[in-house]
T-cell receptor
């Protein structure tokens, strides 16, 4: 099963913009790309979802290139409370269309 | 709106014992998922139900894991017998409609420790 890969960790300071990329070469044609945030001892929480181009909501933006083989989550002005693990979720082809979480990115925000 | 409920929150058992987890999805959600999340890794889909039926159980170790969704609402996941490598957090999620387009809402998870 092809992996959906992300950087292991990122460090930032409060007020900065953070961009986290997910690589998903074998994304299924009809699948959306969804990003989740997870705090310790909690289940993942929905951040944003998109199919192509750019999507923006009140907390983040999602950039998806035309080939859809990657996606970038953008957090505009991070705060300490954004320290968490961030996952992308896509459907991956090959042996069926399997929902696959990315490897996860630990974001640490400091003052 | 009430979220996804799971119980128990924590469970400690010895290897070769049996264990069961319960999940109550958000009311009206047709699709229910069970994930296994090993420490430091992303969640791995074990099984996915649409109403009463199984949509995908290709990654469920069927020799020891089983799951059912009663009347298209609550679900239970069972492990029998447990192995050391089953130590993980078991997450339940639900979505209103199709799994590849609809947002999944997750419960808090059950942390299983197998000694």
């Amino acid at each position: 099963l092809a992996k959906t890969t992300q950087p292991i960790s990122m460090d930032s300071y409060e007020g900065q913009e953070v961009n986290i990329t997910c690589s998903h070469n074998n994304i299924a044609t009809n699948d959306y790309i969804t990003w989740y945030q997870q705090f310790p001892s909690q289940g993942p929480r929905f951040i944003i979802q998109g199919y192509k181009t750019k999507v923006t909501n009140e907390v983040a933006s999602l950039f998806i290139p035309a080939d859809r083989k990657s996606s970038t989550l953008s957090l505009p002005r991070v705060s300490l409370s954004d320290t968490a693990v961030y996952y992308c979720l896509v459907g991956i082809t090959g042996g069926g269309n399997k929902l696959t979480f990315g490897t996860g990115t630990q974001l640490k925000v400091e003052l | 709106e009430a979220g996804v409920a799971q119980s128990p929150r924590y469970k400690i058992i010895e290897k070769r014992q049996s264990v069961a987890f319960w999940c109550n999805p958000i009311s009206g959600h047709a699709t229910l998922y069970w994930y296994q999340q090993i420490l430091g890794q992303g969640p791995k889909l074990l099984i996915q139900f649409q109403n009463n039926g199984v949509v995908d159980d290709s990654q469920l170790p069927k020799d020891r894991f089983s799951a059912e969704r009663l009347k298209g609402v609550d679900s239970t996941l069972k492990i029998q017998p447990a192995k050391l490598e089953d130590s993980a957090v078991y997450l339940c999620a639900s979505s209103l409609g199709g799994p590849h387009t609809d947002t999944q809402y997750f419960g808090p998870g059950t942390r299983l420790t197998v000694l």
